[in-house]
C-alpha cells in the first residue's frame, strides 16, 4: 500500500518551490524610490561602522553588505544604510532580509514618526518584500512581519498603536528564536521606543538593557548593543549603568556622527563636560564631512544636533570664549537638510541657550526666530524655547507686557499641541506655560502667585522625561525656581532648589554658582566654599564674571 504526504507537507513543499521571476523582481525592485549610490560618511574601511554578524539565506555575494547595511541601521545612518540595502535588493532581489532592513530605514523608532511618504514607502517595500517569502513561518519572513506591523493599515491606527504591536512582534521573535542576538537586540530596541516618557518606573528601559547586558556578554564590538545600552539609560537615575558604553560606542563606529555623538547622552547627564565637548566636537566635523561627500545643499541635520549639545556643555563649563565663537559659526547657518523638527529644535535652542544661560537678559528679551523661511508654524514645540527665552529676558527687565505676549505664545502653542494629540510635548511646553507664568506674576510684582506656579512648574517637570534631542530643558525648572527664591531674597529656599536641581542636572555652571550665592547670602559658609570649590574646578579658565567672586570668596578662607 503506498503512502502519501499529509496535505500539509504537500503545501509546504509547493511554497517552498514558489516560483519567483527574479528579473521581474528586479524591475520592481528598480521601481521602488530608494536612496541609492555610494555611502557618504567619512571613512577608510567598512570596519569604521562597527562589526555585524548577522546569519541571513541571501546569496554570498551580498552577505558583507548586508552586515554593512545593518550595521549602518544600528547607528541610525538610516539614508546610508538603505543605499546598502538597495544594492543588495538589486545584486539579489529574493534575499528576503533586505526588504525588511530597507522597510526599518523609513521607521526611526527613537526619532520622530514616520510621515506620510515614510509610511507609503514602507508600505511598498513590505508588499514586495512579501513576493518573496516562501515560508511565512521561517525566522526571516517573521522579520519582515514584525517591521511589517509599523507599515500595515497606518491609515487607519495611529503611531502609538502600530508601535505597541511593534513592540509585541519584536518581543515574540526573540522569545521564538532566543539565540538570535539580532532578535533580541531589536527587541530591546523595541521596547525603548514603545516606553512611556512619563513612565518614572523606568520598566521597559531597565528590561531592554538587561537583553542588552545579555547581548554585550556575547559580542561586546556589537555597535548597536553600545548605541541603545546609552538609550536605555538616558535618565538622571539610570545614566551611570550606561557610562562603560557611552565611553566605548564611537570607538567601534568611529564613521558615523551619530555614533559619535551618542555617548554625549550619558556624559550630559552625568556633567563630564570635556568628555561631551570631545564626542560632540567629532561628531560636528563628521558631519561637514558627509555633508561635502553626500553633496548636501547648506548643512546636514546632524551638524546641527550637535552643535546643541556642543553648546550646552562649553556653557556650562564657563567657556565663553569657545561658546562665543560657536555661536557665531552657528548664526551663519541657513539651509539645512533634511529640514526636520531636529533642525527646528536647535535653530530654536542654540541662540537661546547662549542668551540664557550667560543670563543676557537683554539679548534674550530680543530673540527672533531664525531663519526666517523656516516653517515655524510646524514645530510647536521646538519654538517654544525662543518663546521662553524672551519671556524671561522681559520678566527680568521688569517688562510685564513684554513677557505676557511671550507667555500667549507659548499658551497657544500648547493648545495646538493638545489639538494635534502630541500629549508629551504638550507636557514640556506646559512646564515653560507655568514657569512663564510664574515670571509674568514676578515682573507685575505678585510674589505669591510666582512662588505658587514656579513650584508648580518645577513639580510637572520632575514627572516628566526630557525629550531625546535635547541636552536638556532651556533651564531646568527647578533650578529657575532657586533663581526666584534668590531674587525674592528666600536664600535657604533657594539653596534647597539649587541642590535639588542639582541632583537631576549635576554640574550646571548656573546651579553651582546660584547655591554658592545663596549659601553666602544665608551665612553658610561650608556650603558656600564647597560650591565655590565646585565652580573652580569646573571653571578654571572660565572667562564668566562669576568666577571673580568664587576667587574672592577662596582667597578670604
Known sequence: MKSFPSLFLILALLACTKSIDTEKLRSQVSSLDLTRGDIALCTSGKDEFGQVAFAVSCSEEVKADFNLATALLHSFEYPEAEKVYARIMEKDPKCLMAYWGAAMCNFHPLWEPPNENDLKKGSAIITLGRSVVTDPSARESRYLETIATIYDGWHEQDHKARLLKFEEASAKLHQDFPDDNEAAIFHALAMRAAADPRDKTFEKQKRAGEILNTVLAKDPKHPGVAHYII?????????????????????????????????????????????????????????????????????????????????????????????????EYFKTINEVFPMSSKDAYSFGAVPARYAVERKDWKSAAQLELAPASFSWDKYYWERSNTDFARLLGAAHLGDAEGAKKSLDQLKKSYDNLVAAKESYKASLVEVQVKAGEAWVAF???????????????????????????????????????????MVLGATNEALHEYESALLRQPNRFNAINGAAEAATKAGNTAKARMYYDELLKLAPSSGRAELAKATAFASRQ
Open 443 to 485: 515682573a507685575e510684582a505678585n510674589k505669591s502667585k510666582a512662588v505658587q506656579m514656579m513650584n508648580a512648574a518645577a513639580d510637572l517637570e520632575d514627572k516628566i522625561e526630557k525629550h531625546p534631542v535635547t541636552p536638556g530643558p532651556l533651564v531646568p525648572a527647578r533650578e529657575l525656581l532657586g533663581d526666584l527664591y
Open 231 to 327: 538609550h536605555v539609560y538616558d535618565y538622571p537615575e539610570l545614566a551611570q549603568l550606561g557610562l562603560k558604553s557611552a565611553r566605548e560606542y564611537a570607538s567601534l563606529a568611529p564613521a558615523s556622527a551619530h555614533a559619535l555623538h551618542m555617548p554625549s547622552h550619558i556624559f550630559t547627564r552625568l556633567g563630564l563636560w570635556d568628555e561631551s565637548i570631545q564626542s560632540n566636537s567629532q561628531s560636528v566635523e563628521a558631519a561637514k564631512c558627509y555633508a561635502e561627500n553626500a553633496g548636501i545643499k547648506g548643512h546636514w541635520d546632524e551638524e546641527l544636533h550637535g552643535l546643541d549639545y556642543l553648546m550646552y556643555a562649553y556653557l556650562q563649563r564657563g567657556d565663553e570664549a569657545n561658546a562665543r565663537t560657536q555661536f
